[in-house]
């Protein structure tokens, strides 16, 4: 067990990325980052034999003489009719749901592992658009900013404010939408999902979760009787029927009926049960942060309360409260959401006075007759590719002079 938590979670970091920056909130990071490992979790469990054995075990009864286990169990894995004969009187069966259905043909057992780690690959694809429409520029503000000491404070803020005067300020509400886009996405992701999963397992899953549990408080006289059927066997059926063809001793094929147990789907039902329920939370968290986000939209003062919620032991004490709260108030909603992602990654001493120090610069500029109007914003490209042109390159090249500057004196 050690082993496979092991590999599970090696296998979560390295499709997971996970650092110190944020570019993100706790709900986004439900949908791709609990969700993938859930996912990817489950696929390894469903695979684990050691643990529970072998997925299918077939008895073909008297005519078993001559037929090798393994290949009987090898072949109705592969092309199992899984209908259980009318007949049948045991535990999980029900005559009435067969007889309404007629053979059924349930080979998706064979692709639950593949199909759970795809979903974990779709439940990313929202995260890997925000991250090429976030271009790297939380990462370029966090750079040596978001440890406890900071190196010269006063030069990376004076640097960092006239990066945000000159390349953000006003052009960067197509970020702040981006990021509610993703967050629809990650809404329509769920859906979507919810959509598969029911047609991966023939139409039994959209209403799954919530059969079981209304089967399950029933009282135990009345779960055994009548019309109900346990949920839980209709989807994953423990037992199943095969049919075995094979050349007899005369040269003629023969048909061998054999009674099949699948093992693994006491671990199927329980796996998707839970899937089912986390895909309603993810749903319910989804629908909420949309319908908070378009409040958000329309509210500056719901923004700024934000903003002090956050940083409410600074606010306190800081002596451009007034100017601050007027900025934020007033600024736009792309300015906004850059500074409250920074407000979550940078060291909040250094947020704060770099948030002082661009408010009262905002302030001069505003005074200013001379100042430039308002800037329209850059197109959708020119946003993606700002933080890595202008940002990086900028900075690079400065670490790089410096390092020649080093190797001069050095040479000196």
Request: with cysteine; aromatic share 18%; proline share 4%.
């Amino acid at each position: 067990m050690t082993s496979l938590l092991g590999i599970v979670n090696k296998a979560t970091k390295v499709f997971f990325d996970s650092n110190s920056i944020s570019v993100d909130n706790w709900t986004f990071k439900c949908f791709y980052r609990v969700t993938g490992a859930l996912c990817i979790a489950s696929s390894f469990l469903v695979t684990a034999r050691q643990f529970f054995g072998s997925p299918v075990v077939c008895d073909a009864g008297a005519a078993s003489d001559g037929i090798r286990p393994e290949v009987l169990d090898g072949y109705c894995w592969m092309y199992a009719t899984f209908k259980i004969p009318i007949e049948y009187k045991g535990p999980c069966a029900s005559s009435e749901q067969e007889m309404l259905e007629g053979i059924i043909y349930n080979s998706y057992y064979q692709w639950v592992p593949i199909y759970l780690f795809l979903l974990s690959a779709l439940f990313y694809l929202p995260r890997c658009l925000w991250l090429i429409m976030e271009g790297g520029l939380m990462k370029f503000f966090g750079k040596g900013t978001t440890t406890r000491v900071i190196e010269d404070p006063e030069e990376k803020r004076d640097k960092l404010v006239e990066f945000f005067r000159a390349n953000i300020h006003n052009k960067y509400n197509i970020y702040y939408f981006g990021f509610m886009f993703c967050e629809l996405l990650n809404v329509f992701v769920v859906l979507l999902a919810f959509w598969l999963t029911d047609k991966f397992l023939n139409h039994r899953f959209l209403a799954y979760g919530f059969k079981v549990y209304a089967f399950y408080r029933l009282p135990p006289e009345e779960q055994s009787i009548g019309p109900f059927i346990n949920p839980m066997c209709y989807t994953f059926p423990r037992i199943s029927s095969c049919n075995y063809y094979r050349y007899g001793t005369g040269g003629k094929q023969e048909s061998i009926n054999a009674i099949c147990i699948l093992a693994l789907n006491i671990i199927n039902d329980k796996v998707f049960l839970v899937i089912w329920w986390w895909f309603v939370f993810l749903l319910g968290v989804g629908v909420t942060r949309i319908f908070f986000r378009s409040i958000q939209v329309n509210s500056a003062r719901l923004r700024f309360y934000l903003m002090k919620i956050r940083m409410s032991r600074f606010f306190k004490r800081n002596e451009d409260m007034d100017k601050i709260r007027s900025y934020i108030c007033n600024c736009s909603r792309g300015d906004w959401f850059v500074l409250y992602q920074l407000s979550k990654n940078l060291n909040r001493p250094f947020f704060m006075d770099f948030l002082s120090k661009l408010t009262r610069m905002m302030e001069m500029e505003k005074k200013n007759p001379n100042c430039k109007g308002l800037d329209e914003g850059d197109g959708f490209f020119d946003m993606m590719l700002q933080p890595n042109l202008r940002a990086y390159t900028s900075d690079d090249k400065d670490d790089k002079d410096d390092d020649d500057d080093e190797e001069e004196e050095d040479k000196d």
